[in-house]
């Protein structure tokens, strides 16, 4: 495993998230919730680690929020109006990842 390889697919798998509306931003705009299939779905294209794998690894690297002991979160999805669990995937990191990549 290269940490290339995880940054190469958190920035894809977040990319292609918000343009194609797969996700809520929520927390003023500081995260993305996206809906776990949609992202193990996206993540098992690239078979170099199993999917679970790979968000735990992101969950480590501080890359996405989740409760304790889940790589997701139970968050209120105003557009729904209702609580749901989602994959947490933080900009700000997605914005560094893709400012770094492109130096």
Known sequence: MHLDNFVAEYVAVT????????????KNGGYLAAERPVIEE????????????????WKRLRWIDGDERHVTRNV????????RRMVLI??????????????
Do not use: P, Q
């Open 42 to 57: 996206l993540l098992d294209r690239n078979k170099f680690e199993e999917s679970a794998v790979k968000l735990t690894i």
């Open 90 to 103: 933080d900009l700000e990191v997605y914005n560094t990842l893709t400012t770094l990549k492109t130096m």
């Open 15 to 26: 990319k292609f998230c918000l343009e194609n509306g797969s996700g809520h931003l929520i």
């Open 76 to 83: 209120y999805i105003k557009e729904e109006g209702r609580r």
